[in-house]
């Protein structure tokens, strides 16, 4: 079979599948998985086996038939009572996904959860970041939360973008904050330190408890006249030094936040395969195939 268009699909010839994954996108060994191995290879074959459980069950299942057991499509077309063109078509879906597993780093079990409730205060947007890096998929996500797909969408990408526009702030405040109060404030008068200021506010709706903490951190950054803040949030001076540094240490927290950005910008990268392929409901479940 040739290249073509099926259903709407592109249709790759089974046959370059597997070329298309070098050992570098952590696939290509699997071509030979049934012969004699080196050392890496059993590691990486290892595994592909250890995320096939991260998988959609019918991806998970193509992957093991075709790659592990030497399964021909049309086989797998058979026991599924599918089209040839369907089993490549997910085939493709399957590897594109396993390879983006593959690609993330190492992290231990609860961590990514932990760090998320370090930078964010809406539980819902901690459920999402964390449920779309340990299902790998949106309308998993929608379905365990009850939300629309668009709703995760949304959520996942403004915490994605408010998190990185807060690191970069953070090395700006950094350096404002090694100037005296006196300079900090000279330095906003003769400058137009309004975007800095806006984009604070914009970002800091979810990571801020509230409103009046956003403001007050503004307020000490820029100002940092203590007095002026216990009159207009009428709190003692103690409080207003104990909330302006309790957002300071947020703050800094961040300059640890990298990992995750990056996990999660990978995860923004393969949106269009995180989407689990539902099967048809007269479509055979196998999984997992013994």
Request: proline share 3%; aromatic share 10%; with cysteine.
């Given at each position: 079979m040739h290249g073509g268009w099926w259903?709407?699909?592109?249709?790759?010839?089974?046959?370059?599948?597997e070329s298309r994954f070098s050992l570098e996108d952590g696939l290509g060994f699997l071509e030979f998985a049934n012969e004699e191995l080196d050392e890496e290879a059993v590691i990486q074959m290892e595994r592909v086996?250890?995320?096939?459980?991260?998988?959609?069950?019918?991806?998970?299942?193509?992957?093991?038939?075709?790659?592990f057991r030497q399964r021909k499509q049309t086989d797998i077309a058979e026991i599924f009572g599918v089209s040839q063109p369907t089993?490549?078509?997910r085939l493709q879906r399957a590897i594109a996904r396993a390879s983006y597993l593959l690609s993330l780093p190492a992290v231990e079990d609860g961590e990514i959860r932990d760090a998320m409730t370090k930078v964010l205060v809406d539980p819902l947007d901690?459920?999402?970041m964390v449920l779309m890096f340990e299902t790998t998929c949106q309308s998993e996500v929608a379905k365990r939360l009850r939300i629309s797909q668009g709703k995760v969408r949304h959520r996942f990408i403004r915490a994605l973008d408010n998190m990185t526009t807060l690191l970069q702030l953070q090395a700006e405040m950094d350096v404002l904050m090694a100037?005296?109060?006196?300079?900090?404030?000279?330095?906003?008068?003769?400058?137009d330190e309004t975007p800095w200021v806006e984009e604070v506010r914009r970002?800091?709706?979810?990571?801020?408890?509230?409103?009046?903490?956003v403001e007050m951190y503004i307020h000490m950054v820029v100002d940092g006249n203590v007095a002026e803040a216990t009159?207009?949030?009428?709190?003692?001076?103690?409080?207003v030094n104990q909330g302006f540094q309790a957002s300071k240490d947020r703050i800094s927290w961040f300059e640890g936040i990298d990992k995750y950005i990056n996990i999660f910008r990978k995860v923004s990268e393969n949106l269009n395969i995180l989407r689990e392929v539902q099967r048809p409901s007269n479509e055979r479940v196998t999984h997992v195939i013994m």
């Open positions: 259903s709407g699909h592109k249709v790759v010839d089974p046959t370059e599948i086996r250890g995320i096939l459980d991260m998988l959609p069950a019918c991806e998970a299942d193509f992957i093991d038939l075709y790659f089993v490549c078509y901690i459920e999402v100037m005296t109060a006196h300079e900090r404030k000279a330095q906003f008068d003769a400058l970002v800091g709706k979810g990571l801020f408890h509230t409103n009046d903490e009159r207009r949030w009428g709190l003692s001076r103690r409080k």
